[in-house]
């Protein structure tokens, strides 16, 4: 039986989706269909069933499955370490991050990783956290820059950096007077909230808990663009990231206030496929977002965050 049949098996038994599967060999969704086929046609058993959404293994497709991925990543993992031998040459490290890591700290590292591997591009592109895992899932992406990052059977979560989240309020607000206050201050205000899907609401609406301060929710958004704009206008307050009001505090559109019965932080994470070997290129990278994150820590912030040393002793995963 060719290899590719086997992986083709395997990415849709992972993912539970043909089309996902498809996207990952670069094949049509019908193509996929069809190899699965020929595949149960050989066996003599069914080893997906397709009346479900998503899709489900049967209990053979199972124990196919659970036999096979183990072949797929030893092979997958010989052919990185022969491609990894070719090191010397020029390559890409492709990187996929959500929309509000930075631009700006994001172009910085770049620049500063292009001159310790002038021969090295790195592409990022920026997407919706559940876009930014299913790249890397997918293999379009060799890394992923996400917050609360979450080790899983087929992802591995390294820590990256802490961010102090803080209340944004337009310059009109009467919070915005305030350099802190209390999270009950909160209590009974208008608010912008994060999409009820997304991790950082789930956070956000903990840590509210968590101090019995209530919110009223007047809009949600699936990004911090969105929801700046909205505070800016006057819709509310929100729960923000420090660094990602930068510009705003800066040019006086919007006001940071510090909580001072905190702490409560954004971690963010780097993320890559658990069972596929990363190149020499990309485990550069991350080792230099790494150096950056400690640098900016320790010489620059004084926010009182827990040093990444610190924070590598413990187990990044989200609550």
């Not at 992986?7 to 060999?25: E, G, I, L, T």
């Not at 950096?161 to 309020?169: I, K, L, T």
Request: positive net charge; aromatic residues 6%.
């Amino acid at each position: 039986m060719q290899f590719e049949a086997l992986k083709v098996f395997c990415d849709v038994a992972r993912q539970r989706s043909f089309s996902r599967a498809a996207r990952a060999n670069g094949k049509t969704q019908s193509a996929v269909s069809q190899i699965v086929h020929e595949l149960e046609a050989r066996l003599q058993v069914k080893l997906i069933d397709r009346s479900t959404r998503p899709l489900q293994l049967t209990e053979a497709g199972k124990i196919y499955f659970e036999g096979c991925q183990g072949l797929v990543e030893q092979y997958l993992e010989l052919e990185a370490s022969i491609r990894n031998t070719r090191e010397e040459r020029a390559r890409h490290v492709q990187v996929a991050a959500i929309y509000s890591v930075g631009l700006g700290d994001m172009g910085q590292c770049i620049d500063r990783f292009k001159a310790l591997q002038p021969n090295v591009h790195v592409h990022i592109e920026y997407l919706h956290p559940e876009r930014v895992v299913e790249k890397v899932l997918d293999g379009e992406a060799e890394i992923g820059l996400v917050s609360f990052p979450r080790s899983t059977r087929h992802l591995t979560a390294l820590p990256w950096r802490q961010e102090e989240m803080v209340v944004a309020c337009a310059p009109s607000h009467p919070l915005a007077h305030h350099k802190t206050i209390r999270t009950s201050q909160l209590e009974g205000e208008k608010f912008v909230g994060f999409d009820k899907n997304l991790t950082i609401r789930r956070e956000v609406d903990r840590f509210l808990r968590s101090r019995n301060t209530s919110v009223v929710v007047e809009l949600e958004f699936d990004n911090i663009e969105n929801i700046k704009k909205a505070v800016e206008y006057g819709a509310g307050v929100a729960l923000l990231p420090m660094p990602t009001l930068q510009i705003e505090t800066k040019a006086g559109t919007l006001r940071a206030v510090r909580l001072n019965d905190g702490p409560f932080y954004r971690p963010l994470g780097i993320i890559h496929q658990r069972h596929h070997r990363l190149s020499p290129m990309a485990q550069r990278f991350i080792e230099l977002l790494q150096s950056e994150a400690d640098r900016q820590e320790n010489g620059t912030t004084g926010n009182g965050a827990p040093s990444s040393a610190k924070r590598r002793k413990r187990k990044t995963t989200a609550k």
